[in-house]
């Protein structure tokens, strides 16, 4: 049944590709491309759908992922690592996610755990690892609905790679995703908080307890590196709560919801300067946009304010959430993405992955995505 869907789709992103005006295909015309999956590059220029549709958003994030761990054999935190993290929680609505995902991801921690630890705190290998552990722990959390010895480890692997500072290595690069140790340390707190059982489990461990309450210290004393930061550091607080204070959850929510534009989106490209994201190595490319002081709102940032808003405790009919709401179901595309520019180049614009699965998250917190019957 899926190798079908999947046919389907290759068939429909051609079609895509073709009212481009794109009749000569080639690889480079593709943002995933793996066997049967053929999904063409992002684009602003594509079509809007006439209405909502929760199956087509799901379809590319089921394929996105299948592709880029198919075809890279690596956990990306803009790709599968945003699908782990994020498709779990949607299994009420759209049914449990394949195992496959998740079996993707347990050789991919055995293999880390493989390499010696001074490896494994270089390069992108600490993101992945957060990674991991984060998506098993929304894996047990929604689908499995128990801690797992997989998870466990996962955490237990992260924890070990953490740095006396509280935070983990982090290479100035790929903004949102890889391109600051703060980022790395929200999803670490919640992958923490949201695993089923875990801190319990761990609380007789002096070691791991010592290394949790380094986190968190961390996360309460530093400075985040830009407005963006500070809305994921909400997002964090709405799992842990101890982390902020209530005038500090106030403070970051009056800042979140002034940055909402008038149509009822956000745009990730108000929440840091050019200089301020991945250390400034893509301030020359942001600063040469011709809507750089006006930039349009986008599925990444609308999709994440939303669900920090929700989480937060935030009732979806706040006008600011029923607006956003609104502006989502007007603008998916007809692949089922939302588009969202990418920070860094104008090629594949990875970052229209997260700019779907936060809004289908986002959509399923304000009650907007019913239960479709899923075959697997």
């Known amino acids: 049944m899926l190798r079908v869907s999947l046919l389907k789709k290759s068939v429909a992103g051609l079609a895509i590709l073709h009212a481009f005006g794109i009749n000569a295909v080639t690889a480079d015309d593709f943002q995933y491309q793996f066997e049967e999956i053929?999904?063409?590059?992002?684009?602003?220029?594509?079509?809007?759908?006439?209405?909502f549709s929760a199956q087509a958003a799901s379809e590319y994030l089921e394929q996105g992922s299948a592709a880029w761990s198919g075809s890279r054999r690596c956990v990306s935190c803009h790709t599968n690592g945003t699908y782990m993290t994020i498709r779990p929680a949607l299994s009420e609505s759209l049914g449990k996610p394949p195992a496959s995902h998740r079996d993707f991801f347990v050789e991919q921690l055995h293999s880390l755990q493989e390499q010696p630890e001074s490896r494994l705190k270089q390069s992108t290998r600490p993101a992945q690892v957060i990674y991991i552990a984060g998506g098993l722990a929304e894996w047990d959390r929604h689908v499995s609905g128990s801690l797992s010895a997989e998870t466990d480890e996962a955490l237990r692997l992260m924890l070990s790679l953490q740095l006396e500072t509280g935070t983990w290595g982090s290479l100035d690069c790929w903004p949102p995703f890889e391109s600051d140790a703060f980022h790395e340390a929200t999803v670490a707190a919640m992958a923490i908080a949201t695993a089923p059982g875990?801190?319990?489990s761990v609380k007789d461990d002096g070691e791991v307890t010592e290394r949790i309450n380094r986190l968190h210290g961390y996360l309460r004393t530093e400075k985040p590196p830009h407005d963006y930061g500070r809305v994921l550091l909400l997002w964090a607080a709405a799992r842990s709560p101890e982390l902020l204070?209530?005038?500090?959850?106030e403070t970051l929510t009056k800042l979140l919801m002034s940055k909402q534009h008038a149509d009822g989106s956000w745009a990730i490209r108000d929440f840091a300067s050019p200089e301020e994201w991945g250390g400034g190595n893509r301030a020359e490319k942001l600063r040469a946009e011709p809507d750089l002081e006006t930039p349009a709102g986008d599925g990444h940032m609308t999709g994440l304010a939303i669900i920090v808003l929700r989480e937060s405790g935030h009732a979806a009919e706040v006008p600011e959430i029923t607006r956003a709401v609104n502006w989502l179901k007007s603008h998916q595309q007809q692949s089922g993405r939302w588009?969202?520019?990418s920070l860094n180049t104008d090629s594949w614009h990875f970052i229209t992955y997260s700019g779907t699965a936060y809004p289908?998250?986002?959509l399923q917190l304000c009650g907007e995505v019913r239960r479709l019957s899923v075959s697997r």
Do not use: F, K
Not at 245 to 249: H, I, L
């Open 38 to 51: 053929n999904i063409p590059r992002a684009s602003a220029d594509e079509p809007l759908r006439g209405e």
């Open 198 to 200: 875990w801190l319990e």
């Open 245 to 249: 204070q209530n005038e500090q959850v």
């Open 339 to 341: 588009w969202t520019r």
């Open 360 to 362: 289908l998250r986002a």
